[in-house]
């Protein structure tokens, strides 16, 4: 359709649905929370039904009953009754809605309009970025993609809620995880004892992972993901920066069969090897598990393939290898504002995906032979700010060529809803593979 054929057009909107649902409202207040789930007030195409509305969310707010009396007097102290058609239109909400039984139905349906204007209103913007050539495509993109996806959560609403239904909803929460038959409220990352002091990796989270080169960053990342995927079916994405998707696929079923990694690169299997990769392959065969292996991928690139994860597989948290690969769009600023661009840009992916991101991170060289800390995160001390949980590697550089277990801690450093300590494991060299191990035995 040409825009010459849209000109003119009234956008979409029921305006007897919006009356059905305030005037439903009026017969029966209790039905506030379930017209929450779905509508705010600019969802309304009409200013008046608008106002209304705010009226009725600010009464809802106080604690108190909406009635006709109650929300004229609320709209008169505001100075928007007769901005609305005075006692007149309100009182006549009522006749256009012989009962509030439907106010779910009238309710979506002006949640559907409004959505379809938002389209328009998206699609409009869009075209107008398009035809400016200042701005470079993939800005417009990223941008795009970031107004379409919030088109999808259609449930989002903004709303004030008062400190009865605060604490009401968290009891409820609470309920939930007492009822709850897994042992953790996120998700479990497969050590005990990390998993038990965080409870497994929450939503909306940001998780950093650091170590020096060659200690086992992406070991332990894949370790984790192996278990969410493999064992707890469990979506996961898998965004490689450094490894292909074959190294990636290697290490997986070397860890799985427990088949020396080097055989991999050889071929050079024992009979009875090649039946314990082939029973490995057939369990992560069927694995959620999504993997995209672009080296230097720019930052606007990153968000997107992020998005259509979610989007395409439901994906319940991502894993980023590493987070010092990842481009920034201004190569010109000093690379400690684009490492803090990125960590900015990572913790606020992970509020609008609702899903823990797992950013693995390199840290300073004058840590070798210590216990990393907080302040050997490399290039940017946005990372620490940014991320609500920080985990370091810290083991031994011992060339382990007869394939000997090491000893190895993880050091959770920052935890901003729980306690930090150490976690105890052992590494696998020959499988890159990190194991939980008892305290006794460390």
Not at 142 to 155: M, P
């Amino acid at each position: 359709m040409s825009d010459a054929s849209l000109k003119g057009k009234v956008p979409p909107h029921h305006l007897e649905a919006e009356q059905a649902v305030l005037g439903a409202l009026l017969l029966d207040w209790d039905a506030v929370t379930t017209t929450l789930s779905y509508l705010r007030p600019d969802r309304f195409y009409s200013i008046q039904n608008q106002i209304i509305f705010e009226a009725m969310l600010s009464l809802s707010s106080k604690g108190q009953h909406g009635d006709i009396l109650s929300i004229t007097e609320e709209l008169r102290s505001t100075g928007k009754l007769d901005q609305v058609g005075g006692v007149a239109y309100i009182s006549s909400l009522t006749d256009t809605v012989p009962t509030s039984a439907n106010i779910e139905y009238y309710a979506k349906i002006v949640r559907d309009r409004s959505v379809r204007r938002d389209l328009i209103k998206t699609a409009s913007q869009i075209i107008a970025d398009s035809h400016d050539e200042t701005v470079d495509s993939r800005s417009i993109l990223e941008e795009a993609q970031k107004k379409i996806f919030s088109l999808t959560d259609l449930n989002q609403t903004i709303e004030i809620v008062n400190v009865k239904r605060l604490i009401n909803d968290t009891i409820e929460v609470i309920e939930g995880y007492c009822k709850n038959n897994n042992d953790y409220t996120g998700i479990p990352s497969g050590y005990t004892r990390l998993d038990s002091m965080t409870s497994g990796f929450q939503k909306s989270e940001l998780i950093i992972i650091g170590a020096r080169p060659s200690m086992g960053k992406t070991a332990i990342a894949l370790n984790m993901a192996r278990y969410m995927a493999v064992e707890k079916h469990i979506p996961v994405g898998f965004l490689s920066l450094e490894m292909t998707y074959q190294q990636i696929g290697q290490r997986l079923l070397s860890q799985e069969s427990r088949i020396d990694g080097k055989k991999f690169r050889s071929g050079m299997f024992q009979t009875n090897e090649i039946s314990k990769m082939q029973e490995a392959a057939g369990r992560i065969y069927d694995a959620p598990f999504y993997i995209v292996d672009t080296p230097n991928m720019k930052l606007l690139d990153l968000r997107a393939m992020a998005r259509r994860m979610k989007t395409l597989h439901d994906v319940e948290i991502i894993f980023i290898d590493y987070i010092g690969l990842i481009s920034s769009e201004n190569v010109n600023i000093p690379r400690h504002e684009q490492i803090a661009e990125v960590s900015r840009s990572l913790k606020s992916l992970a509020r609008e995906l609702k899903i823990p991101i797992v950013a693995l991170s390199q840290v300073k060289r004058d840590s070798e032979g210590r216990e990393p800390n907080l302040a050997d995160l490399r290039e940017s001390g946005s990372i620490e700010q940014d991320a609500d949980v920080v985990m370091f590697i810290h083991r031994e550089r011992v060339s382990s060529e007869n394939n000997e277990p090491i000893k190895s801690k993880l050091l959770l450093s920052k935890q901003r809803n729980g306690p930090t300590g150490v976690i105890n494991l052992l590494f696998l060299p020959q499988y890159a593979k990190f194991e939980n191990i008892t305290e006794d035995k460390f």
